[in-house]
């Protein structure tokens, strides 16, 4: 399993036949978004406008569409989705997921803000490789990050929503959140991980290159 980050929220995870995208992102942030075929979306922030389409889709070119709170089985991916109520409003809504895939359990903390209501963050505890927001407002404030973190143990911690080059919205620098969180921390261009090297590792944070 191969995973990329393209800044942002947006990953891109490949196993097998599964090629899976997470929240991409338009160029007017200053970010080029990603250009690739895949073929199961995923999408942690939802425009009201399109809430009488949440759900399980499947697009016209045969792309997968994920963007409610749920429980799914595609290609592989056992998916739950779990709306972030406290945060979404009439404008827009947010979802957060945990899925299984290849005998890793990822949690896709999307756009989150506030922590995670105690219901929801069960799902989420030992979780295998967690996303989370890093450059401060306007999602979870570092000190709040570093708590969710250390009540859900992932093995791997990778770092989204901080400041990047040409990323035009203000986000903070990484080096903050590290020193939040506290944990040991490398820089890959990508992961490539089975499950088998998690078996007996402990947190550490796992920066990845756009």
Known sequence: MSINWYGEGCFRI?????????DPFEAKGGL????FRHNVLLETLRAAHGLESFGEQKGEEGVVRIHSAGEYDVMGLEIRGFQLVSESTDTFTKIAYVFKLEDIKFGILGHISN???????????????????????????????????KKIEPKI???????IPDLKRDAGDVK?????????????EKLSIKARDLSEAKTKVMILKA
């Open 14 to 22: 490949q196993a097998g036949s599964l090629d899976l995208l997470i």
């Open 115 to 149: 922590p995670l209501e105690p219901d929801t963050l069960e799902a989420f505890v030992k979780t295998d490789i967690l996303m989370i927001p890093a450059g401060g407002s306007p999602f979870l404030p570092l000190e709040e990050a570093a708590k969710l973190i």
């Open 176 to 188: 903050e959140f590290l020193k939040a969180v506290g944990y040991e921390a490398t820089t890959e």
């Open 157 to 163: 911690v990778i770092p989204t929503f901080f400041k």
């Open 32 to 35: 080029t978004p990603p250009r």
